[in-house]
């Protein structure tokens, strides 16, 4: 990002420069600053399901150092002993749960899972193999109450860690779907982008909902959502499945939430880019002050977008953040880094002292 920054700004804008990186940083720490201190007002406990794990060991130091939570450690007992004595970890206020002790344990969760699951082709005796599977011993954990959330997903693909969750926990009362969210922090605001990592080819509808669902995220992290719903055409400067199904959801998003400022479809650079909307496109809602809420058409479109931005872009990028669970249940990146565990454990504590708020 600094690299790139510079090459912009001849030597006499350094002053610019310097102002613009300032800024860049301010509204970074801003945004994530403001959840860190709310959740250290009220730590929750949080369940990580991949203990056995150096980065997650480092995290959970630092959540335990810093407050932000009440670390449970699930796994293995004797290696995560073990990488504790190799990296010099203080983890002494961590609780190690290693499921394969814990029989009366797996013995209630067989059953609540069998009695959720029974109808959708489970057996008892699947079901007792299925809960000493630490996503599902974990997920248990959440939804009898025994800890507040969970984080998981590091060292697997996606969809094999959210599969239990959404068979254990699943969707909050009164929603379809869940979704993930990514937060970009770019130039002067922090962006946020939907759905990045959860449903693979959204119809009209579910793409009003994921608007509905991101838009109450996007306040969770005190900002006004200001909603473009993407497509490759502009406001039907184009045909095709696409830029039909796109103007189709923000017709009824408009519908549907009156007090949202939504527009669509459009291109991602129309979205972003006020002058060209002013230009072009003045009778739109967000002509004023751009988009900060960005509606991806596909997960395939979100996905490959974030990343790009991730690689390439050298924005700062907050997430996945799972939206929508009945507890909160947070779902890394394949190799997050440590500093992006303790951000998502952070959210989690807040996701979760909001749970309790709402029941
Ligand atoms: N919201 C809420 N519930 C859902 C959703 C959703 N979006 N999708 C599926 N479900 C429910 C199903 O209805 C089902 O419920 P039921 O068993 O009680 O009837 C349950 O979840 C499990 O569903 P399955 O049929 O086992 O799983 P499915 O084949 O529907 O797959 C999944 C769901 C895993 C989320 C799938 O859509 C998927 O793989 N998505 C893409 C994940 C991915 O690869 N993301 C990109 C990488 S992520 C990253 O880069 C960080």
């Not at 109450?145 to 997903?153: F, H, N, T, V, Y």
């Not at 830029?243 to 519908?255: F, S």
Request: hydrophobic share 40%; with cysteine; aromatic share 8%.
């Amino acid at each position: 990002a600094m690299d790139s920054g510079v090459a912009r700004y001849p030597i006499q804008n350094w002053d610019r420069y310097h102002h613009e990186l300032q800024a860049r940083i301010g509204i970074d720490q801003k945004l994530m600053n403001r959840v860190l201190t709310q959740a250290r007002n009220n730590p929750k406990t949080v369940v990580f399901a991949e203990a056995d794990n150096y980065k997650i060991l480092k995290a959970a130091e630092t959540v335990l150092e810093q407050k932000l939570a009440y670390p449970v450690l699930l796994g293995e007992r004797a290696r995560i002993q073990e990488l504790i004595e190799e990296f010099n970890l203080e983890l002494e206020g961590a609780k190690i749960i290693d499921p394969r002790e814990e029989e009366a344990k797996c013995e209630k969760y067989a059953h609540l899972l069998y009695e959720k699951r029974k109808r959708k082709g489970l057996t008892l005796f699947d079901s007792r193999k299925l809960v000493r599977v630490r996503n599902y011993f974990g997920c248990m954990m959440v939804e009898t109450g025994e800890a507040d959330a969970l984080i998981s997903g590091l060292t697997r693909d996606y969809s094999s860690t959210i599969k239990p969750a959404l068979q254990v926990i699943g969707v909050e009362e009164g929603l379809n779907k869940v979704a993930g969210m990514y937060i970009i922090q770019n130039k002067k605001e922090p962006y946020f982008f939907a759905d990045t990592t959860v449903n693979l080819m959204p119809t009209a509808e579910e793409l009003v909902d994921i608007i509905g669902l991101t838009a109450r995220y996007v306040k969770f992290f005190d900002r006004e959502p200001r909603i473009a719903v993407l497509s490759y055409s502009n406001f039907g400067s184009s045909s095709g499945q696409i830029p039909t199904k796109t103007r189709e959801a923000t017709r009824l998003a408009k519908q549907r939430y009156p007090d949202l400022l939504i527009d669509g479809e459009m291109q991602a650079n129309t979205a972003l880019n006020t002058d060209l909307l002013r230009e072009h496109y003045p009778f739109s809602e967000l002509a004023n002050q751009g988009a900060n809420t960005l509606i991806f058409p596909s997960l395939a479109a979100g996905n490959i977008a974030y990343k790009l931005l991730q690689e390439m872009g050298g924005a700062e990028t907050i997430g996945p953040v799972l939206m929508g669970m009945r507890k909160p249940v947070h779902i890394l990146q394949l190799g997050s880094s440590v500093r992006e565990i303790i951000n998502m454990v952070a959210i989690a504590v807040v996701d979760a002292q909001t749970c309790r708020a709402k029941q």
